[in-house]
């Protein structure tokens, strides 16, 4: 194998890999960009020294071996991303997407360039497209009284900690089903500020909410975090406040 055939399978691990993260990273998840990338030419990497590093040294590694090991290398770490939320289990997409960056960067490695690149297609297109056919099946009605639902959340915080307490509003509120629609925030007394965001969601959906804002109390710098919900009735312009 010459050094042009390795630098082309590295660099294909690499970009396939970046360009399954750029989808995770653009939807705030936890493993993005760099992660994917990283696990991807991890995995290139591993499948060119199983198969060529060791040249005819007696004994030396089965590369599909080093291949299965490299999957059960990719379970750990994708048990890190797995976060138990009260009764909910979340992280397992992401997971999963790991999982397929690994299988892909394995692939780049052994110079199937061509199937890397359709499994690489074929996990962005689950996890964009497959996205909100999953919420419509979801979010399906059990009854006959679900309306969407605006959501106004506060969260108040010291001047210095602004900004900071503002990304991680907006990467939690990311997470969750709501859209968010705008963010703003407005100058208190005493040096605090409250950080307001409008959130509107096909259902009223309150777990949710309060995922989001057990996370912000555990800030030190936050000193007050709450939440309103108004339902919209579908056939008029009526809303309750609870």
């Known amino acids: 194998m010459t050094t042009v055939d390795i630098l082309l399978r590295i660099g294909s691990g690499l970009g396939l890999g970046a360009l399954i993260g750029f989808e995770r990273q653009y939807r705030a998840r936890m493993a993005g960009l760099r992660t994917n990338a990283l696990v991807a030419v991890g995995a290139t990497l ?3 020294l199983s198969a060529h590093g060791f040249g005819d040294v007696p004994g030396s590694a089965d590369p599909t071996r080093v291949a299965a090991q490299v999957v059960s290398g990719i379970g750990f770490l ?3 991303v797995i976060l138990r939320d009260g009764l909910n289990v979340r992280g ?22 061509l199937v890397a690149a359709v499994g690489t297609v074929a996990v962005v297109a689950v996890n964009v497209l497959l996205r909100s056919l999953g919420r419509a099946v979801n979010r399906r009605p059990e009854s006959g009284d679900e309306a969407p639902t605006h959501y106004t959340f506060r969260a108040t915080t010291r001047d210095d900690a602004e900004a900071h307490v503002r990304a991680l509003l907006v990467q939690s509120l990311t997470r969750t ?3 968010l629609l705008s963010i703003a925030s407005r100058n208190q007394r005493d040096g605090l500020v409250e950080v307001l965001a409008e959130l509107s969601g096909d259902r009223r959906d309150d777990r949710q909410m309060e995922s989001t804002v057990s996370r912000l109390s555990l800030e030190p710098t936050v000193t007050s975090v709450r939440w309103q919900a108004s339902e919209q009735a579908a056939d008029d312009d009526s809303s309750k406040i609870t």
């Open 46 to 48: 591993f499948v060119l």
């Open 78 to 80: 994708g048990a890190g």
């Open 92 to 113: 397992l997409n992401t997971a999963a997407t790991l999982w397929c960056s690994a299988a892909v960067g394995s692939l780049a490695g052994a110079g199937l360039h």
């Open 177 to 179: 089903d709501f859209r």
